[in-house]
């Protein structure tokens, strides 16, 4: 079995700074893309940035300038730091990775539950 686990979420003020972490783990063979997508109330979920094993970044443009995200191949990682967040971001944040499980050796997308960040003064 392949598992997620998030972290980081939480409540910061606008202008402040939050890290999400994601794990994979499991029987995993390989994992191609990670990558953090987001849900605002009442939309559907968004890409908000994705790296592939390969260390290529895409990053969607409202959060370009602000948004870094990290990956340790070794331990199957991403984090997510997020700087100068607004209100606007306040949304639930969620992990994906593209993964081949050992067991079965077809790749298949593995979300985790999601973290809420909330951007309030």
């Known amino acids: 079995q392949v598992h997620i686990a998030e972290s980081g979420g939480g409540l910061v003020h606008p202008g402040g700074s939050l890290r999400l972490s994601c794990a994979a783990s499991g029987n995993i063979f390989i994992v191609y893309d990670m990558a953090w997508y987001r849900q605002f109330p009442g939309k559907q979920r968004a890409l908000v940035a994705s790296?592939?094993?390969?260390?290529?970044?895409t990053v969607d443009d409202s959060v370009k300038d602000r948004f870094i995200i990290f990956r340790d191949n070794s331990k199957n990682t991403i984090v997510l730091e997020m700087n100068k967040l607004e209100t606007e971001e306040t949304a639930i944040y969620c992990c994906?990775?593209?993964?081949?499980?050992?067991?079965?050796?077809?790749?298949?997308?593995?979300w985790g539950q999601g973290t809420q960040v909330t951007v309030t003064s």
């Open positions: 994906c990775a593209r993964i081949t499980p050992e067991e079965r050796m077809v790749a298949s997308d593995y």
């Open positions: 790296m592939t094993k390969e260390h290529r970044v």
